[in-house]
């Protein structure tokens, strides 16, 4: 199954200038005089390598050379862990966090609120919720976000498997009924589009709905806060004990 993950285009990382450039014939020193080519495994490693998000041309050289230099154990330690998480990783059927096995971890743990769902954008907003340890329910990644602009719609993003995950209990885990739905989206644009279509869509299924609050960010001061922060902190103020 393939997402848009809405990160894939993200190379705006600016490319190290100040790296030497990698000398062309360093390990090719046969000397047949006939021009600057690596042999071709190098030159596949490099264009590989250049071909993942915010490496450039240059960088991918400089990892190619790291990587010859290193020894055989370390940059086949690299291979085979490329190789187990594109064989052994997959999404959860249940709620689209990475797996090991049919279910992930928080769906196999029963001793979490399986009538409670958080709905997120990425796995790794999962993985940041998770670290506060406050939160006892499941989730659901979305593996994206709705951007008509870039043509990214609800047949993009595991919409229609929430949707049957509220409908039919038993494509929950442990097949428990879900009471609530909270929306996690992040605060952008696109964000908030996604969260005003779910809502829309599952309020016409019967869930009762709530959000994550938002509010000031600790240590930045008020008057650096955009309106829409300062708008939730209000809307979200709490009472003094
Ligand atoms: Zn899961």
Not at 27 to 43: F, W
Not at 60 to 82: P, Q, T
Not at 164 to 187: D, H, K, Q, T
């Amino acid at each position: 199954m393939t997402f848009v993950t809405n990160e894939a285009n993200n190379t705006s990382r600016a490319e190290p200038t100040s790296a030497p450039e990698p000398k062309g014939r360093a390990t090719d020193d046969r000397g047949t005089g006939s021009g600057a080519a690596y042999p071709e495994p190098v030159d596949r490693l490099i264009a590989e390598l250049a071909s993942l998000p915010g490496i450039g041309r240059r960088s991918a050289e400089r990892l190619a050379f790291h990587l010859l230099k290193a020894r055989e154990d370390d940059a086949m330690g690299l291979a085979r862990a490329i190789h187990d998480v594109k064989t052994s990783v997959r999404h959860c059927q249940v709620c689209f966090n990475f797996a090991d096995e049919d279910r992930c971890r928080v769906c196999r743990d029963d001793r979490r609120d399986r009538g409670l769902v958080l709905v997120i954008e990425q796995p790794k907003d999962l993985i940041a919720l998770e670290q506060t340890g406050m939160y006892k329910g499941l989730y659901h990644v979305l593996m994206g976000r709705l951007s008509p602009l870039e043509g990214v719609g609800p047949e993009a993003i595991t919409a229609e498997q929430l949707f049957r995950r509220i409908e039919r209990p038993e494509s929950n885990a442990g097949g428990v009924p879900v009471r609530e739905v909270i929306l996690g989206m992040n605060p952008t644009v696109e964000g908030e589009g996604t969260a005003l279509y779910l809502a829309e869509e599952l309020r016409a299924r019967g869930v009762k709905l709530s959000r994550l609050a938002r509010g000031l960010p600790a240590g930045a001061p008020i008057e650096f806060a955009s309106k829409a922060v300062l708008a939730d902190a209000i809307e979200g103020r709490r009472n003094v004990e």
